[in-house]
Every structure is written in structure tokens, then in C-alpha cells.
């Protein structure tokens, strides 16, 4: 399985931005989390692929919404209302089986991170 997430990039303060993440392989589930430094990676959100069904972490709910196409093999994460506190590395991973798993360690491969600035 290889995941490219894309999409990063400076937005100001109450804007949006979509991040990408492209599959290759087998996939059932993908989740999104972010990174920042010396906090650890959190979670963001997951969806299921066959059918869309979603989860997200509650400082997001409302604001960030994941789809997926998957004639395109790729899953999305619309990012709106943006904080200077969503400033991160995302990364999108994948699992294999059914489950919107809220852990890291529930995800089998990783995409790299793509970068996300809040500022103004």
C-alpha cells in the first residue's frame, strides 16, 4: 500500500484548504491525523471506503469533512474555519479491514506529511 497525501500549504485565519491523499493497494479505511512538535500525532478524522461512513475528533467536527472517490483512489479532507491552532503535519494512513480507528497504531501504512500554516 502507498499513500501521497498533498494539499499543505499557508492559509490565513478562517480560510480553507483541501488536503489530498492518493491510495495505491489495498485499502478499506483511511484516517487522517496531524503533528505537531512535542505533541504527538492526534487524530483528525477517518473514513470508510466502501461507504463513507466518517468519525472525526471533536475540536474538528463541524469544521473539517472527509470524502473519498474512489474511481480516483483518493480521499479528501476539507479543511474550513481555519485556526492558527489546526497548524500541523498531516498524514493520511491506511488499514485494511473496517474501522475508524482513532489510534495511530490502528493504521497499517503512511503517507508522508503534508504541511498546514494558520497564520496571518
Known amino acids: 500500500v502507498q499513500l501521497q497525501a498533498s494539499g499543505g500549504g499557508l492559509v490565513q485565519p478562517g480560510g480553507s484548504l483541501r488536503l489530498s491523499c492518493v491510495t495505491s493497494?489495498?485499502?478499506?479505511?483511511i484516517g487522517w491525523f496531524r503533528e505537531t512538535l512535542g505533541m504527538g500525532r492526534e487524530f483528525v478524522g477517518a473514513i470508510a471506503l466502501s461507504d463513507g461512513a466518517t468519525r472525526y475528533e471533536g475540536s474538528v467536527k463541524g469544521r473539517f469533512t472527509i470524502s473519498r472517490d474512489n474511481g480516483k483512489n483518493t480521499v479528501y479532507l476539507q479543511m474550513n474555519r481555519l485556526k492558527s491552532d489546526d497548524t500541523a503535519v498531516y498524514y493520511c494512513a491506511a488499514r485494511n479491514t473496517y474501522a475508524l480507528v482513532s489510534s495511530p497504531t490502528g493504521y497499517d501504512d503512511w503517507g508522508q506529511g503534508t504541511e498546514v500554516t494558520v497564520s496571518s
Open positions: 493497494g489495498r485499502v478499506v479505511s
